[in-house]
């Protein structure tokens, strides 16, 4: 998308300090996108995500001192980067921490490979690239000299794909500052002014007792919010059994499940298509290909959780009991995450499910009990972000935009909604505002070979640029 040519000679100072350093802020990018920022293990003090999120972090705040910032370190937990004077702040929330990369890439996950005006890499568009904007645009709000009453800063969570542990400590444990207006850049222009609720319920239920042939191992998933790309079981039992199942595995047809006969038995694999887990349908659920395999061998685990995992792959929710819409936001969406068999002789399914934003998790659990009681399961836990919802005549929606409809000229575009989850609800005035242009072909996020191009990096920091501004000045 091109982007009009600003008729505020301040403004035009802004973008052209952009344009000049656009290798710089490649190379800056790239840079943390060749860190591997995978949540793991704590790794000693001030490490609580792991190594690889401590050192991506150390990058970002590190490069924020050598451009003039002030900065802060919350305890590992997150960061911050501030320029400029007075007793209120803007504040802009990214996300450095990122998804598994899985399977399916035909560049390096963490390359940084430049292409035909992209950068590829896990993260690029979800979330480092818009976070680099919003940082290179405070960067060239602060080198054009302008006047401001209010304070900038730029907020980096390490933990926002995985728990929000993150900003939940930086507001609630470390008590920082709240912003008087704050946008995240982790969706899409013009803005995004609710977010539907997210859960995520772990269901669990005893496994039977084996029979001739049983399942000894059983998995399949990296993430709730990720469509499981690959799942598998361990199968042992009696050499007649086995031979059995052999048998009905190769009658049954499915070009993305596989067997492997073993010395200890059989080992199926399944196969999938992994997608975001707030747009599920886009994806191929490679938990419910292992469950339909294994349903055709006649197991004892058929009745206990093979059946319900088949039906309740169902992306709507109605096969949970829940589905349910608004005119608001829109349908429910649900994700079967994760399937693990536990060392306490249980099997477990964790749901991501984002529900509509005048909706509540009371309401929902309420809707699903019946089901699981029907099925045999207990809720065995559950974690919820309550949903997002910011009135179009509230700031700072009014003046983001306006900002992005002077730059851009788009007044078609209206401000939409989402399943996805940002740092927007957990912000007081807080919206989702891009980076992703409504023409662009970004991401997709939590998928092989995403990518962020180089002309929605420029011109989105571009954008935040001017909006800090008409929010600062």
């Known amino acids: 998308m091109n982007l009009n040519i600003p008729s505020d000679p301040k403004i035009q100072q802004i973008y052209d300090w952009i344009e000049s350093h656009s290798t710089e802020m490649i190379e800056a990018l790239q840079g943390v996108l060749r860190i591997p920022s995978l949540e793991a293990p704590s790794a000693g003090v001030n490490a609580p995500f792991?190594?690889?999120?401590?050192?991506?972090?150390?990058?970002?705040?590190?490069?924020?001192?050598?451009?003039?910032?002030?900065?802060?370190?919350?305890?590992?937990?997150?960061?911050?980067?501030?320029?400029?004077?007075?007793?209120?702040?803007?504040?802009?929330?990214?996300?450095?921490?990122?998804?598994?990369?899985?399977?399916?890439?035909?560049?390096?996950?963490?390359?940084?490979?430049?292409?035909?005006?992209?950068?590829?890499?896990?993260g690029s568009s979800d979330d480092k690239g818009p976070t680099y904007a919003a940082l290179f645009a405070a960067k060239a709000l602060m080198d054009s000299g302008l006047p401001l009453r209010r304070r900038v800063r730029l907020v980096f969570g390490c933990n926002e794909e995985s728990g929000f542990q993150c900003v939940h400590h930086y507001w609630e444990v470390a008590k920082e500052e709240r912003p008087v207006y704050a946008f995240t850049p982790d969706a899409g222009f013009p803005l995004i002014y609710a977010e539907k609720g997210i859960t995520n319920l772990v269901f669990e239920k005893p496994l039977p007792a084996p029979g001739d042939l049983r399942i000894d191992h059983a998995g399949g998933g990296r993430r709730p919010n990720m469509v499981p790309d690959y799942a598998e079981a361990t199968l042992s039992g009696s050499q007649e059994a086995q031979l059995t199942a052999i048998r009905l595995l190769k009658r049954f047809w499915d070009k993305n499940v596989t067997f492997e006969v073993t010395d200890t038995g059989i080992t199926v694999r399944a196969y999938g298509k992994s997608a975001h887990g707030s747009t599920p349908a886009l994806g191929d659920n490679a938990v419910a290909r292992l469950a339909r395999a294994l349903q055709t061998l006649g197991l004892p685990d058929s009745e206990a959780w093979l059946d319900f995992v088949a039906k309740t792959v169902d992306t709507t929710g109605s096969a949970l009991g829940i589905a349910h819409s608004d005119a608001v936001a829109g349908a429910l969406t649900s994700n079967l995450g994760i399937l693990t068999y536990t060392d306490k002789g249980t099997v477990q399914l964790t749901f991501n499910i984002r529900y509509p934003v005048t909706w509540n998790i009371e309401a929902l659990i309420a809707a699903n009990r019946p089901v699981l009681e029907e099925n045999g399961w207990v809720l065995a836990e559950y974690h919820d972000q309550p949903p997002l919802y910011v009135p179009l005549d509230k700031e700072p929606v009014n003046t983001l935009l306006r900002v992005y409809r002077e730059a851009t000229g788009d007044t078609e575009s209206q401000p939409g909604t989402m399943g996805g989850g940002t740092?927007?609800?957990?912000?007081?005035?807080?919206?989702?505002?891009?980076?992703?242009?409504?023409?662009?072909?970004?991401?997709?996020?939590?998928?092989?070979?995403?990518?962020?191009a180089i002309e929605t990096y420029l011109n989105a920091a571009k954008i935040y640029a001017q909006a800090f501004y008409e929010l600062a000045k």
């Open 50 to 122: 792991g190594a690889e999120v401590r050192r991506s972090l150390d990058y970002t705040l590190d490069l924020c001192a050598k451009l003039g910032f002030r900065t802060k370190d919350v305890d590992g937990y997150a960061g911050h980067a501030e320029f400029g004077e007075g007793d209120e702040m803007i504040a802009a929330l990214g996300h450095l921490d990122v998804v598994p990369e899985g399977d399916g890439w035909r560049y390096e996950p963490y390359g940084a490979t430049l292409e035909d005006g992209f950068i590829y890499a896990r």
């Open 423 to 452: 740092y927007a609800r957990a912000t007081p005035n807080a919206v989702a505002y891009g980076a992703g242009f409504p023409d662009s072909t970004d991401g997709p996020a939590h998928e092989p070979d995403e990518r962020f």
